[in-house]
């Protein structure tokens, strides 16, 4: 797909996305941290393509949106206000001190009330992955429009989550995956599998935008970092789905850009990533599990592959150009799937691969992630990532 068709298409995509979740349309806002974080991130490419500014004002008003939406307590909440409690102009300073919502339908499960695996997926609540993903858009959006205090919400965020989530188990220090929407209990005490390397990347990133940016003192997450390195020694990376194989190309990436001049930010971790990426991999191929009808898949999961794809491809070019952590010899092995990246797109840009259940339930996302794997760039970002030397 040339180009120009690339960008007519993901631009088709995020027009109505804006319209249906009430960004640029007359009707209550929809927000969802996830799908925002990837949305905002694909605003700046369309952005970057078009030259047009409105794409960059859309940027920039999701992010206010998602602030004054899921920094605040739900309609239906008896607690009104911001999660993190601060009185309101204070609030609408630090809007991400708190944490964010994840913006699910239902509300949180109630202090006492009984789990249930199947309603407590449309419950709201946080997540720390979304988190690390909103803190890496603000990062982006920073990055872009050069708007500083992005970079000081990214950093308060971070703050906030690492302390919020981190916890003592067997064996050392770990990360809930959900708590409440204020923070003060789990709901879901298991850890994601990459949250803990996701993170260290996010965090990494907006640090290095932060120490870089004169006018933003004391936003120090050294102790962060070192908290979430120690969480990634001797984890078992290689995984089978397709969404954690796309974060993992995607965490390589930003780490042969940050490898040595991040506190924490080691080559040993990078080439880790590299190795179990490289296998998992390996694993899908003999799957064949993107071989299915439309109605069997998940767009969303394959399309994070897809986006891990188009990293693979920056990881090529800037490691061989000497701008990375230094060439890799899985990196050639990783390439040999990129043309995989072309086969998930056009499969999902077939319209009547859009028609079934599985696309209609999760359109938002979808749609938004289709969009970022036809213009990775937002997202992934290119050269290197802004440090001081």
């Not at 971070?158 to 789990?186: C, E, Q």
């Not at 990133?205 to 908290?227: D, F, H, K, Y």
């Not at 954690?244 to 991040?262: F, K, M």
């Not at 028609?355 to 969009?371: F, K, P, Q, S």
Request: glycine fraction near 10%; charged fraction near 25%.
């Amino acid at each position: 797909m040339p180009d120009t068709e690339r960008v007519a298409a993901a631009a088709e995509l995020m027009k109505a996305f804006g319209e249906r979740t009430g960004l640029s349309a007359d009707v209550p806002p929809r927000r969802y941290l996830w799908t925002d974080a990837f949305a905002v991130c694909n605003y700046l490419s369309l952005h970057r393509h078009t030259g047009e500014r409105e794409w960059l004002e859309q940027a920039q008003a999701l992010i206010g949106q998602v602030h004054h939406v899921l920094g605040r307590h739900r309609a239906d909440d008896v607690r009104t206000g911001w999660i993190s409690g601060l009185p309101e102009a204070e609030g609408a300073r630090h809007p991400t001190v708190g944490g964010l919502r994840i913006g699910k339908p239902l509300p949180e499960r109630r202090a006492g009330e009984p789990a249930d695996e199947e309603r407590d997926w449309d419950r709201d609540g946080q997540y720390f992955h979304y988190l690390t993903r909103w803190v890496h858009a603000l990062t982006r959006a920073a990055e872009v429009t050069g708007r500083r205090e992005l970079l000081r919400y990214g950093v308060e965020l971070a703050r906030a989550a690492v302390a919020m989530f981190t916890h003592s188990a067997p064996g050392g220090k770990r990360l809930y995956w959900k708590l409440n929407i204020d923070g003060s209990r789990p709901l879901v005490a298991s850890e994601g599998h990459h949250d803990a390397l996701d993170a260290l990347v996010a965090v990494a990133a907006v640090q290095a935008g932060a120490l870089s940016t004169s006018g933003l003192p004391g936003l120090n997450l050294e102790p962060e970092l070192r908290a979430l390195a120690d969480m990634c020694q001797g984890r078992g990376l290689v995984t089978t789905d397709a969404l954690g194989i796309g974060g993992l190309l995607t965490d390589a990436l930003w780490l042969s850009r940050l490898a040595g001049r991040v506190p924490h930010i080691s080559e040993a971790l990078l080439d880790a990533g590299l190795r179990a990426t490289a296998r998992s991999l390996g694993l899908v191929a003999t799957m064949r599990y993107l071989d299915g009808p439309a109605g069997a898949r998940l767009a969303f999961r394959e399309l994070g592959l897809a986006i891990g794809l188009a990293a693979v491809e920056l990881l090529d070019s800037e490691t061989a150009s000497g701008c990375g952590a230094g060439r890799h010899d899985v990196i050639p092995e990783l390439f040999g799937h990129v043309p995989l990246r072309r086969r998930i797109e056009g499969f999902w840009l077939e319209p009547a691969h859009r028609e079934v259940a599985t696309w209609r339930e999760h359109e938002d996302i979808n749609a938004v992630m289709l969009a970022t794997s036809l213009l990775p760039e937002g997202y992934l970002g290119q050269g290197r990532a802004s440090v001081p030397e």
